[in-house]
């Protein structure tokens, strides 16, 4: 059963004991939670972002994985609390100048500093590398390190000047706890956001509802006292009487033959009391009648020439 021809075996060759749990170099994760997209696992570049956790993003691969509708889309713990553009918050992030990056490193052969960072503090000059705690604020989006905001108290940031609250402070790449106690504030701050909204949909309906109301009802001048029908056969009869009377009075003070109305018969000139100086000025006068031998032959018949 085998160790022929001389084989020595050794002890872990023939006991298997329990296996060794492999450890995480503590420098690599570091580079990889500071240094690298959560989502897209590239390296960070603006505009970044941060999620209501403290991951930090590529906008880029965040507007991607919104707008990616298909069945095939990855849903992790990084991303299954973003339903939204406005679940993360653009960082305002100050520049480390003596960063470098991979100018000087042409050849390859360039020891990698894993102290330094591309970004630090604007307060302290800490880099934020995270060796250290850092922090941003959710309302304006500007980056300190946890250091500064327990030097320097205020209730206003200090490169913006805008105004913040405890709940706006959330910690950049927590601990577990750190990761528990914003998840219960992110909670809290949407439920109250949904109740607000609920609030508000009944003042809206009650709004529309109101001049509805406001039409229907008629005011103090639209209330009629009596009956309809005997209000409007007076109001006939007085218009009725009045129209004769106007016509004749129109008629005695002109002299002239007007418009008739139109509820009167129309009348012919030559039945009218006007003088016959007056009626030959119509064609229905006896003088501008012709015989037929009076009129002109078809073809060079032309209207009252003779």
């Known amino acids: 059963m085998g160790c022929d021809g001389g084989t020595i075996p050794k002890r872990h060759e023939l006991v298997k004991g329990p296996k060794k749990v492999e450890k995480v170099d503590k420098d690599a994760e570091l580079v990889a939670q500071w240094n690298y997209c959560t989502l897209s696992q590239e390296i960070l570049r603006r505009p970044i972002v941060a999620c209501e956790l403290g991951r930090l993003y590529n906008k880029d691969a965040v507007i991607e994985f919104l707008l990616d509708k298909s069945s095939e889309k990855a849903l992790g713990k ?10 993360v918050t653009e960082l305002r992030l100050s520049d480390n100048p003596a960063w470098e990056g991979d100018k000087g490193n042409t050849k390859g052969d360039k020891h ?3 102290q330094r960072a591309r970004f630090i503090c604007p307060v302290v000059g800490l880099e934020m590398n995270g060796r250290h705690r850092f922090c941003f604020l959710r309302c304006c989006g500007c980056v300190f ?6 030097e320097i108290k205020a209730e206003v940031c200090h490169t913006c000047g805008a105004a913040f609250q405890e709940d706006d402070v959330i910690v950049l790449n927590g601990t577990k706890e750190d990761v ?11 439920q109250k956001a949904k109740l607000g909204k609920k609030a508000k949909k ?3 309906v009650e709004s529309v509802s109101k001049p509805d109301v406001s039409e229907e009802s ?12 005997e209000t409007s056969l007076d109001s006939r009869e007085k218009k009725a009487s009045s129209a004769p009377k106007s016509a ?3 008629g005695s003070s002109s002299g002239k033959v007007g418009k008739p109305l139109c509820g009167a018969t129309k009348r012919s000139i030559a039945d009218s009391e006007e003088s016959e100086a007056y ?12 015989s037929k031998e009076e009129s002109a032959h078809w073809v060079t018949h032309t209207s009252y020439c003779f």
Do not use: Q, V, W, Y
């Open 78 to 87: 990084a991303t299954s609390h973003i339903k939204s553009i406005k679940n």
């Open 112 to 114: 990698d500093d894993l």
């Open 145 to 150: 390190s946890e250091r500064a905001l327990k």
């Open 180 to 190: 528990e106690t914003l998840k219960g504030r992110m909670e809290e701050r949407r």
């Open 202 to 204: 009944p003042k809206a």
């Open 218 to 229: 008629p005011g103090p001048s639209k209330i009629k006292t009596g009956k309809p029908e």
């Open 248 to 250: 004749a009075a129109n």
């Open 279 to 290: 009626k030959s000025l119509f064609t229905s006068h006896s003088s501008a009648k012709r």
